[in-house]
């Protein structure tokens, strides 16, 4: 399998403009995640998926940030509008309910907010 | 409170030398515990993983950890470094409901 797929690898915007980061899960994983990585607060989990179904976004920091996965093959990271303080590495990953719980991460996105 | 604690944030060994990263863990019934790898610009790589029965679990890479109940610990070793493990290395519990507490992170630098 390809693994999972993240787009753009690297985003560069100015404040207030509108970010969408794109996840493609591995084929036949049924959980979603969306995890952001800083230097200062390391792995922080914001939102994650069952079958296309958020379950758990307790992690989202706040109405800017949104996120939907409207088929089991995509997923979107939204925030609008975006902040310096949103400058991060956003990584998606993907796991299977019956594989025995390990998640299989994507590269992640770069995501700098000037 | 479910925590995972990863003592040291930085370490450098030499290059063919012995290698041990700590990890501790808080959580009231058996862990399931996991060790991941993260090089420069990519995403975490899955070394190995700990459900239960045998407390010495082998990984990819030639890494392996053990589970110590009685010290809350699951600590990653390699017997002989190699230059491409530079890396940084994250210890992870499985809290429940899918989610995951990682530990900060033990930066690893080899020397030549």
């Known amino acids: 399998d390809a693994g999972v797929i993240q787009s753009p690898r690297h985003e560069v915007t100015e404040m207030g403009q509108e970010v969408t980061l794109r996840c493609k899960p591995i084929?036949?994983?049924?959980?979603l995640f969306w995890y952001r990585q800083t230097m200062m607060r390391g792995l922080e989990l914001l939102i994650y998926f069952n079958n296309n179904v958020p379950i758990d976004d307790s992690g989202m920091p706040e109405d800017r940030f949104s996120a939907k996965m409207p088929n089991a093959s995509f997923s979107t990271l939204k925030i609008q509008p975006s902040e310096p303080r949103d400058s991060a590495v956003y990584f998606c990953a993907s796991s299977r309910s019956s594989g025995g719980f390990e998640q299989y991460f994507g590269p992640g996105t770069r995501l700098t907010v000037t | 409170a479910q925590s995972v604690t990863q003592p040291d944030i930085h370490i450098t060994v030499s290059e063919g030398a012995s290698l041990e990263l700590r990890c501790n863990y808080s959580?009231?019934?058996?862990?399931?515990l996991f060790w991941y790898v993260q090089s420069p610009g990519q995403g975490l790589q899955l070394l190995l993983k700990y459900f239960s029965g045998d407390t010495l679990v082998q990984g990819i890479k030639g890494f392996e950890a053990e589970f110590k109940r009685s010290q809350s610990s699951f600590n990653l070793r390699k017997p002989s470094v190699h230059w491409s493990d530079a890396a940084e290395y994250f210890c992870a519990l499985y809290s429940g409901t899918y989610k995951y507490i990682f530990g900060t992170g033990t930066r690893l630098k080899v020397l030549a």
């Open positions: 959580y009231g019934a058996t862990p399931y």
């Open positions: 084929s036949g994983h049924d959980y």
